[in-house]
């Protein structure tokens, strides 16, 4: 399978920081997405990327193809923001990082 | 909108015993996958099928047996359950393979006495 590294294995936060959640990959990919875990939950898809950069409320995501890395930024950390982040690249099908584990302290 | 429905959420079985997993679509997706994540690892693909009556092998599928009985359905067997394992099934699906944004069901938790 492909290799999929993320950065850092856990996180944690006082409210109201920022977080930046790296992903490197081995080989060029199709696109990007980014997933959303909480603890004994489903994962929510929060980005689908090919490429460049994309913003959905507090959250930033950048991919650049050719240097093989994605990103996640979070701005104005909340608790509720919580959980593991997982990064997948698309092979025609996706394989998983480990995840970055966030927790937010109030 | 729609939803993936994965039954059971727990279960419990011996060593040795023959366990299948069930799931459910209603996006009317093409394709639809089975991952495992174990505790604290990202997920990794054990089968996914493109379309119905497709099979495909993902890095994972020793010890697994898949059956995609219709569009909308996508079972996963455990051939021969593993002493003291634990870990969740999860379904997937998405409209088209490749480039296409993946929806997943809440899981089923495994657990091997």
């Known amino acids: 399978g492909q290799q999929v590294q993320q950065s850092p294995a856990s996180l944690v936060l006082q409210e109201g920081e920022n977080a930046e959640l790296q992903c490197n990959f081995s080989t060029s990919l199709n696109s990007m997405q980014w997933f959303y875990q909480r603890p004994g939950g489903s994962l929510v898809s929060l980005f689908y990327n090919p490429s460049g950069t994309k913003h959905s409320g507090r959250l930033t995501s950048t991919t650049v193809i050719k240097e093989r890395r994605s990103s996640l930024h979070i701005s104005s950390s909340q608790t509720t923001d919580s959980g593991t982040y997982l990064c997948a690249p698309n092979y025609n099908v996706l394989y998983f990082g480990s995840g970055t584990k966030l927790t937010v302290e109030p | 909108g729609g939803i993936i429905t994965q039954t059971p959420k727990f279960l419990i079985g011996q060593e040795g015993q023959k366990l299948t997993l069930k799931c459910q679509q209603n996006f009317n997706h093409d394709t639809m996958y089975w991952y495992r994540q174990d505790s604290g690892k990202g997920l990794r693909l054990i089968y996914y099928?493109?379309?119905?009556?497709?099979?495909q092998k993902g890095d994972l599928s020793e010890g697994y047996d898949a059956s995609r009985e219709k569009k909308s359905s996508f079972s996963l067997t455990v051939t021969s359950a593993q002493k003291n394992e634990m870990a969740v099934f999860l379904c997937?699906?998405?409209?088209?393979?490749?480039?296409?944004?993946?929806?997943f069901g809440h899981g089923t938790k495994l657990s091997v006495l």
């Open positions: 099928s493109i379309t119905e009556n497709d099979l």
């Open positions: 997937a699906s998405s409209m088209h393979i490749s480039n296409e944004r993946l929806f």
